[in-house]
């Protein structure tokens, strides 16, 4: 509060309200921030799991073509 006095003393109103749209400003950035890495750490886990699954999928593909190559004779 005695900040606020203080800037009103310096700035009158129009300081007050540039000090109060600065932490207005300031907490938006702040939750902008937390947002961001909050959806890239949940991008980074979708990432890994369509990596795993295409991992797993190439490998299945491979011992099926293994296969048919051995059932159909090695053609």
Do not use: C, H, P
């Not at 939750?31 to 750490?41: P, S, T």
């Not at 369509?50 to 090695?74: F, H, P, Y």
């Amino acid at each position: 509060m005695d900040l606020i006095q203080y800037i009103g003393s310096i700035g009158g109103i129009a300081g007050v309200l540039a000090f109060l749209i600065f932490l207005a400003y300031r907490n938006a950035i702040i939750q902008i921030r937390e947002d961001r890495k909050f959806m890239e750490d949940r991008l980074t886990k979708i990432i890994e799991a369509d990596q795993e699954s295409r991992e797993a999928s190439t490998k299945i593909m491979t011992e099926l073509i293994i296969w048919l190559k051995a059932k159909n004779g090695g053609r």
